[in-house]
């Protein structure tokens, strides 16, 4: 059985006494192994889950079907920055349920035009957004947008195919990128093992190594680029900030060759790294970006923010998306933006930051198979000299969820960003055990 030393008593009221519990409970028992068998039996086997299943969850902590207890530093891979059941999400996805969940981008509705004022108002380059409803779905929109946008630029017709074949098309991405796993995204995204079987992916691709700014400067080139992706903080790549250096040097780049600079903020915004964007630590602006996962607290949604030059180039009929933008999800994204947008919230997930990688680092020393302790804000890779899956199923096993990231080797810790700083200290105590006993 798992058991975790946190006490429900001291870091949260009993589960059975909160208001999750009684909502989230199943009409019919189900036992942990026979709801693994019908996952195994229904759904396609694409992922590789361990064997527990989760009813329940509230603030950082979860529990499983037999009422274990669990720290959670892995946020649904750093979707729930508030946590799970935060009461004020919670209260206005309610609010809105009852009053509208969805229209299509047929009609306008109030809570897609609250959320884009408030993303555009606070984001001093931009202009426009586009919603989506995933990270990979905002990354193929900035694929589109950018090449409309190079053949008008090029004073082509992008309506014209053999006129607008000519223009600049190519997109550059890096080594250790993750852009998503739709044909277009696909090409941009590093690992050979996600592309392999689907061969072949969308053409006009080139991907550099990261932070080498020579290869940059001699594969971007006006005529022939069209944009460049990149991470400000990779997340599974393992967790490597870009740094000021090679994101100005892109930009000068992309401005030399008319391209656009898009900067891939779905894992890194939105208050991970302690700013709101990830790019504002570093003082470089792009020309899109795109967001996702913990936009809306927890519900599908994807979103660009662009300049207007590039929404110039964009006519209706030109991208769209059924479900994206709707009422229900905006709503509550309205929600999660204003909580995280919060100066002095920010300032807290800074310094908890920093806790958690001083923490690491000092308990983690004198052990020689650890590399490095890296990150920004709460988003923070462990370097192993060795893969790091043991690491994840003895975390589980003594009640912390946390995944990898990398080549395997990477411990990677995404917590919600309303983490105290008690569960810091556990979690801290916890994994550097582990990790000193198994490497």
């Given at each position: 059985m798992i058991v975790s030393s946190l006490q429900p008593s001291r870091?949260?009221?009993?589960?059975?006494?909160?208001?999750?519990?009684?909502?989230?409970?199943?009409?019919?028992p189900s036992t942990a192994a026979s709801t693994i068998a019908d996952e195994k039996k229904y759904i396609l086997q694409t992922y590789g889950r361990p064997d527990v299943v989760f009813t329940k969850g509230?603030?950082?902590?979860?529990?499983?079907?037999?009422?274990?207890?669990?720290?959670?530093?892995?946020?649904?891979?750093?979707?729930?920055?508030l946590g799970h059941s935060d009461p004020r999400w919670l209260a206005t996805l309610t609010e809105q349920a009852h009053k509208l969940a969805h229209t299509s981008n047929l009609y306008h509705t109030e809570p897609q035009v609250h959320l884009a004022k408030r993303l555009v108002d606070a984001t001093p380059w931009a202009d426009r957004i586009f919603y989506a409803n995933t990270g990979t779905e905002a990354n193929e929109a900035c694929i589109?947008?950018?090449?409309?946008?190079?053949?008008?630029?090029?004073?082509?017709?992008?309506?014209?195919?053999?006129?607008?074949?000519?223009?600049?098309?190519?997109i550059v991405s890096f080594t250790g990128s993750f852009h998503g796993r739709t044909m277009g995204a696909l090409a941009l995204t590093y690992k050979d093992q996600y592309?392999?079987?689907?061969?072949?992916?969308?053409?006009?691709?080139?991907?550099?190594?990261?932070?080498?700014?020579?290869?940059?400067?001699?594969?971007?080139?006006?005529?022939?680029?069209?944009?460049?992706?990149?991470e400000p903080v990779q997340g599974e790549g393992?967790?490597?900030?870009?740094?000021?250096?090679?994101?100005?040097?892109?930009?000068?780049?992309?401005?030399?060759?008319?391209?656009?600079?898009?900067?891939?903020?779905?894992?890194?915004?939105?208050?991970?790294?302690?700013?709101?964007?990830?790019?504002?630590?570093?003082?470089?602006?792009?020309?899109?970006?795109?967001?996702?996962?913990?936009?809306?607290?927890?519900?599908?949604?994807?979103?660009?923010?662009?300049?207007?030059?590039?929404?110039?180039?964009?006519?209706?009929?030109?991208?769209?998306?059924?479900?994206?933008g709707n009422p229900l999800v905006c709503a509550a994204a309205c929600t999660v933006f204003d909580i995280v947008s919060d100066p002095a919230f920010l300032d807290a997930?800074?310094?908890?930051?920093?806790?958690?990688?001083?923490?690491?680092s000092a308990a983690l020393a004198g052990n020689v198979h650890v590399k490095e302790v890296r990150g920004s804000g709460l988003i923070c890779g462990i370097q192993l000299d060795q893969p790091a899956g043991a690491i994840v199923e003895k975390a589980r096993g003594k009640g912390l969820l946390i995944i990898t990231a990398g080549a395997g080797?990477?411990?990677?810790l995404v917590p919600p960003l309303i983490v105290t700083e008690a569960q810091i200290q556990h979690g801290v105590k916890v994994l550097s055990e582990i990790i000193n006993e198994e490497v």
């Open positions: 870091l949260l009221p009993n589960p059975r006494n909160s208001r999750c519990s009684a909502a989230s409970a199943p009409s019919v509230q603030g950082a902590l979860m529990w499983d079907t037999d009422g274990n207890q669990f720290l959670d530093f892995s946020s649904g891979i750093a979707v729930n920055a589109k947008f950018a090449r409309k946008a190079a053949k008008i630029a090029a004073g082509v017709d992008p309506y014209d195919p053999v006129s607008a074949a000519g223009a600049a098309s190519e592309k392999t079987p689907f061969l072949p992916l969308m053409p006009g691709t080139v991907m550099l190594p990261y932070k080498n700014m020579e290869a940059a400067t001699n594969a971007i080139k006006k005529g022939k680029t069209a944009a460049v992706f990149v393992g967790i490597h900030p870009a740094g000021s250096e090679f994101l100005q040097a892109l930009r000068t780049l992309c401005d030399e060759a008319g391209a656009a600079l898009i900067f891939d903020e779905v894992q890194c915004g939105l208050g991970r790294t302690g700013k709101l964007w990830g790019h504002q630590n570093y003082g470089v602006s792009p020309d899109m970006m795109s967001l996702a996962k913990p936009l809306a607290g927890g519900l599908p949604i994807g979103a660009v923010l662009m300049t207007q030059k590039i929404a110039d180039a964009m006519k209706p009929g030109d991208h769209g998306s059924t479900f994206a997930v800074e310094k908890k930051g920093e806790m958690l990688r001083e923490g690491l080797d990477v411990v990677r």
